[in-house]
């Protein structure tokens, strides 16, 4: 009922020709693969590249940040509309490092929710505890605020393509990653909040991936349980060989 989703977040690696290099190695290797969806989320500027690159195939592109207006003066952003006019068909959303670094706030997070469903783009909206949160045993009350305040105002009958990413802000490009214990019981939160913000229905079709140091011998272990539909991957989405080797595994 979910189809199972795996999301590069190149963060700020990679040039538009480094780009084209990746998905030329990359495609072969995931050929076979067509019960996942796949999206990579390079930087803005290497996402007409890799739109050219992947045309005609099942790889999607995604951006790894918006800006929640259609236009105006607003100096460096890049808007939803200029998004869907190059083919990008996905966008992350609060992600920890943009919450961390870019003033992101769960505010901002809704009006980008917002914004995404407006122009039929998918959006991945990225939730999760720092280790202090985790340690004073904050966990349920900050994925339940999160995900509460990215949907608040939204529309249950225009709900349907959200996505969401349980990243543990500890676990992101650390090595450390969530047992599948901990995942399961964060994803069973959002997906109770979900159904709380929304409806029971829309909480159980909502596909909710797991985010934090997801490597190819991780991945199976972290993908097949009961309530984790796929992946968001940093640092091992780099290389081709180990986000295809991730895909692969997270199918078995
Ligand atoms: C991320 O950037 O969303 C992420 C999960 O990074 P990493 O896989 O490197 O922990």
């Not at 803005?44 to 890799?50: E, K, R, W």
């Not at 229905?201 to 272990?221: C, E, F, M, W």
């Not at 349980?225 to 180990?242: C, F, H, K, Q, R």
Request: hydrophobic share 45%.
């Amino acid at each position: 009922m979910r189809k199972p989703l795996i999301a590069a977040n190149w963060k700020m690696y990679k040039t538009p020709a480094e780009s084209t290099a990746f998905i030329d190695t990359f495609l072969p290797l995931v050929a076979s693969q067509q019960k996942t969806e796949i999206v990579l989320c390079p930087p803005m500027i290497c996402l007409a590249a890799s739109i050219v690159a992947t045309k005609g195939t099942p790889v999607h592109i995604g951006a790894q940040t918006m800006d929640y207006h259609d236009n105006g003066a607003y100096t460096g952003e890049t808007s939803p509309l200029m998004l869907k006019a190059l083919g990008v068909t996905h966008v992350l959303i609060g992600h920890s490092e943009r919450r961390q670094y870019f003033n992101e706030t769960d505010e901002t997070v809704n009006l980008k929710l917002k914004a995404a469903l407006a122009h039929n783009l998918v959006p991945i909206v990225c939730v999760g505890e720092h280790l202090a949160e985790r340690e004073a045993g904050h966990t349920n009350d900050v994925l339940n605020r999160q995900t509460a305040a990215a949907l608040a105002g939204i529309d249950p009958a225009i709900a349907a393509p959200i996505v969401f990413a349980y990243e543990p802000v500890w676990a992101i490009g650390t090595g450390r990653t969530a047992t599948p214990q901990i995942a399961e019981e964060a994803h069973k939160v959002i997906r109770a909040q979900i159904a709380k913000s929304l409806n029971p229905a829309l909480a159980a079709s909502t596909r909710i991936l797991y985010g934090g140091s997801v490597k190819p011998d991780n991945a199976a272990s972290l993908c097949c349980l009961e309530d984790i539909d796929g992946a968001l991957v940093g640092g091992a989405s780099l290389d081709p060989n180990s986000f295809a080797q991730i895909i692969i595994n997270a199918a078995l």
